[in-house]
């Protein structure tokens, strides 16, 4: 049986055993509660050791003495009489049960013991388990639940589906989707996932019809592989998934040895697989929900910009300052566009994005319909967006604010892009307003202007992650190579294997005496850099094992022998090579480059202002690898100091196409090294307009390189 039939049985019980029931425990009570208010119509099962009526029902003694059919059991035992519990079921033949108990892994060691137990017991014995401590699912769509908390009157089913890993957060979710009318498909909550986590909800989801969004609440993920698979599968189907993911864990300490570990950090890599898998990743329960609303009514945008239509020129403006915010890009309108406005509007009104159809539409709303039509379809558009508040109490419930709504959908009634209607602020949604929701048939979200151009921002990215996948044949692996048959120890050895692997590196000789290297540095011409040579000693110039600008043999000699004095007296116990001899670079822009081996997600590659700026600035994009130059390309631009790679103050403006290429061949090379490298670093990838150059390189290995 796969996990997505398994979990079809365990969410859509057509009978339900409630162990441990008794009207003297709030848990039992609110789970009853909730199927009365949902109007479950299954069989329902109370059973109780004493035996005796629960609930309105006579109670079995055991879940075996049911002698019927059972799809699902709430258990609502204490912790050391689930052993016995689960026995019950197995006897009973029931193969799904939710866990209300706490003290497991949230407990300590002690309790991280006993769940390992447990789960190690419920999988002898067939069962399927939900939680421990966990309050359970919500089934709209089918109105069935084993939820043991409080469950307000619910709105009728719609098509967001919930899965968090905290009860009670999924609760708020839930209330919150109904105070702003937004319906939901199912909502479950995992707690601390013995089995079922929230990836395998995820994915179960993503077959689900009801559900056209998924918002998750995580605090960690269990099971890295099935959380990217899963959704790898929901951006192979379009289906949205938006994300609130509190916590972090440290990179591996090996790490710490480079930059690159500290300047990424586990946090950025999650948002680097997020960005990878089209996932929306939001900082607030509001923008959770009204984010994964808005994409399950809008689904993806289509190519081109977002247009913005407010009858108030106040709103137009805050609808300007948040598309920059959120990388919006709000379309000039056509020529053709702009005469059928003219048209429209009266005289004082200007055909502009946003749009201000200006308060004439309170006279007369059908000028607001008919600017709508003309504005939805100038060719350049990809979504709209208008604000427009419905009616939700007898003092806006005005013939004129229903003749403007009617209006609104009127003018969108046709539109060739995907159009939501928002209201001007937070606003809750009454019996009445989904009335005329449902009468217009406009798709309108209560959030507000700031909400809903977050959550368009969201799902601009993540309709461009989609349109990236049709387009692209994948994204590039790394070329194939024979891996080095020892880690690279030293610079050299790392700037080789780089030249190796298609990156474009500096020339560097590596000198045993003074002599050899001003013979090097006279065959080389002109000024020249030493460095220091040892594996042991991986940051140069905090022992002196740098000089930079020496000109002619005689000042190599000097510097030669100065810099292996003062080296080896700083570091008696260090191991040297020797002094690298390369030529002196001046000029040009300074870049890094580094990956780092996160411990759930994998490789990640960083990108940034190199040399000093790296640490001062703290300026990087991050991605997963492997890379692409087009990919690479994206990370340039998102830089803070990107303007400085288009030339500054006179300086020749950066061949992008040339560091993509470059960086894109160093996370090639750093995948090629295997799973033992933690990171490669190039600190600093030169860059004087078309000329590209590693300068400097380190690799750091883990206890097994």
């Known amino acids: 049986?796969?996990?997505?039939?398994?979990?079809?049985?365990?969410?859509?019980?057509?009978?339900?055993?409630?162990?441990?029931?008794?009207?003297?425990?709030?848990?039992?009570?609110?789970?009853?509660?909730?199927?009365?208010?949902?109007?479950?119509?299954?069989?329902?099962?109370?059973?109780?050791?004493?035996?005796?009526?629960?609930?309105?029902?006579?109670?079995?003694?055991?879940?075996?003495?049911?002698?019927?059919?059972?799809?699902?059991?709430?258990?609502?035992?204490?912790?050391?009489?689930?052993?016995?519990?689960?026995?019950?079921?197995?006897?009973?033949?029931?193969?799904?049960?939710?866990?209300?108990?706490?003290?497991?892994?949230?407990?300590?060691?002690?309790?991280?013991?006993?769940?390992?137990?447990?789960?190690?017991?419920?999988?002898?014995?067939?069962?399927?388990?939900?939680?421990?401590?966990?309050?359970?699912?919500?089934?709209?769509?089918?109105?069935?639940?084993?939820?043991?908390?409080?469950?307000?009157?619910?709105?009728?089913?719609g098509t967001l589906g919930i899965v968090s890993q905290s009860g009670a957060l999924a609760g708020q979710l839930s209330f919150m989707a109904q105070v702003h009318g937004i319906g939901l498909s199912r909502m479950v909550s995992t707690g601390n996932e013995s089995d079922i986590d929230i990836a395998e909800v995820i994915d179960y989801l993503v077959d689900d019809e009801h559900t056209r969004s998924i918002a998750v609440f995580a605090e960690t993920v269990r099971d890295p592989q099935r959380f990217a698979a899963a959704a790898e599968r929901a951006l192979a189907v379009a289906k949205p998934i938006v994300v609130l993911k509190m916590g972090s864990s440290e990179i591996t300490a090996q790490a710490a040895q480079a930059h690159t570990g500290s300047l990424v950090g586990d946090d950025r890599v999650f948002d680097a697989m997020c960005q990878r898998l089209g996932l929306m990743r939001v900082r607030s329960i509001e923008d959770l929900v009204?984010?994964?609303?808005?994409?399950?009514?809008?689904?993806?945008?289509?190519?081109?910009?977002?247009?913005?239509?407010?009858?108030?020129?106040?709103?137009?403006?805050?609808?300007?300052?948040?598309?920059?915010?959120?990388?919006?890009?709000?379309?000039?309108l056509a020529p053709t566009t702009e005469a059928a406005l003219r048209e429209v509007l009266p005289g004082y009104g200007t055909p502009q994005n946003p749009l201000?159809?200006?308060?004439?539409?309170?006279?007369?709303?059908?000028?607001?319909?008919?600017?709508?039509?003309?504005?939805?379809?100038?060719?350049?558009?990809?979504?709209?967006?208008?604000?427009?508040?419905?009616?939700?109490?007898?003092?806006?419930?005005?013939?004129?604010?229903?003749?403007?709504?009617?209006?609104?959908?009127?003018?969108?009634?046709?539109?060739?892009?995907?159009?939501?209607v928002c209201s001007h602020y937070v606003m809750q949604v009454s019996e009445r307003s989904r009335e005329l929701i449902a009468e217009t048939g406009i798709r309108h979200l209560a959030c507000g202007i700031h909400h809903a151009m977050s959550a368009a921002g969201a799902v601009r990215r993540w309709s461009e992650t989609l349109r990236r996948r049709q387009h692209a044949q994948?994204?590039?692996?790394?070329?194939?190579?024979?891996?080095?048959?020892?880690?690279?120890?030293?610079?050299?050895?790392?700037?080789?294997?780089?030249?190796?692997?298609?990156?474009?590196?500096?020339?560097?000789?590596?000198?045993?005496?003074a002599d050899e290297a001003a013979r090097f540095a006279e065959e080389i011409g002109g000024p020249v850099v030493l460095k220091i040579a040892s594996a042991q000693i991986a940051h140069k110039t905090e022992v002196g094992g740098v000089a930079l600008n020496l000109q002619g043999a005689d000042a190599v000699r000097v510097a030669w022998q100065a810099m292996d004095a003062r080296v080896r007296a700083a570091r008696p116990e260090a191991e040297i090579d020797g002094i690298l001899v390369a030529p002196m670079r001046t000029g040009g822009l300074e870049l890094f480059v580094g990956t780092v081996r996160d411990p759930q997600w994998g490789p990640a590659l960083a990108v940034g202002l190199g040399g000093i700026w790296v640490e001062a600035l703290r300026d990087t994009s991050l991605r997963l690898l492997p890379v692409t130059p087009a990919e690479v390309k994206d990370m340039l631009a998102e830089l803070r100091g990107a303007r400085l790679l288009d030339g500054w103050r006179g300086a020749p403006a950066a061949d992008r196409d040339a560091i993509a290429d470059a960086v894109a061949a160093i996370g090639n090379a750093a995948l090629a090294l295997g799973h033992e490298l933690v990171s490669l670093?190039?600190?600093?990838?030169?860059?004087?307009?078309?000329?590209?150059?590693?300068?400097?390189?380190?690799?750091?290995?883990g206890a097994a390189g």
């Not at 996990?3 to 848990?27: C, D, M, N, Q």
């Not at 403006?317 to 709000?330: H, K, N, P, T």
């Open 356 to 420: 201000d159809v200006t308060g004439a539409a309170m006279l007369q709303p059908e000028l607001f319909g008919n600017a709508l039509e003309a504005l939805v379809r100038d060719p350049a558009l990809g979504a709209a967006i208008v604000v427009a508040d419905v009616p939700n109490a007898p003092a806006n419930d005005t013939p004129l604010n229903r003749a403007v709504l009617a209006q609104v959908a009127r003018g969108l009634s046709a539109s060739p892009v995907p159009a939501i």
């Open 290 to 332: 009204f984010t994964a609303a808005f994409a399950s009514m809008t689904g993806a945008f289509a190519a081109g910009g977002l247009a913005a239509v407010s009858m108030s020129g106040g709103m137009c403006e805050i609808f300007a300052e948040r598309a920059e915010e959120e990388g919006l890009v709000l379309t000039p």
């Open 1 to 157: 049986m796969t996990s997505t039939s398994s979990l079809h049985t365990f969410l859509h019980p057509k009978a339900i055993a409630f162990v441990g029931a008794t009207e003297r425990s709030v848990w039992s009570n609110a789970a009853f509660a909730s199927l009365r208010t949902l109007g479950y119509d299954g069989k329902l099962y109370p059973v109780n050791r004493r035996g005796g009526s629960f609930h309105g029902m006579a109670a079995a003694t055991s879940a075996e003495a049911i002698g019927e059919p059972v799809d699902t059991a709430l258990l609502m035992v204490p912790a050391d009489a689930l052993d016995d519990a689960l026995a019950d079921l197995q006897r009973a033949g029931i193969g799904n049960a939710v866990l209300l108990s706490s003290g497991f892994a949230e407990a300590g060691e002690e309790g991280r013991e006993r769940q390992r137990q447990l789960t190690a017991k419920a999988r002898s014995r067939g069962l399927r388990i939900l939680g421990p401590n966990c309050l359970g699912f919500v089934n709209y769509v089918d109105r069935s639940a084993v939820w043991t908390a409080s469950l307000r009157e619910p709105l009728p089913a």
């Open 474 to 513: 994948g994204v590039a692996a790394a070329v194939p190579a024979t891996p080095p048959t020892q880690p690279l120890r030293s610079e050299r050895e790392t700037l080789e294997w780089l030249s190796q692997r298609g990156v474009p590196v500096v020339p560097v000789r590596l000198s045993r005496s």
């Open 681 to 701: 670093e190039v600190n600093p990838l030169r860059v004087d307009g078309g000329t590209v150059e590693a300068l400097d390189a380190l690799a750091v290995w």
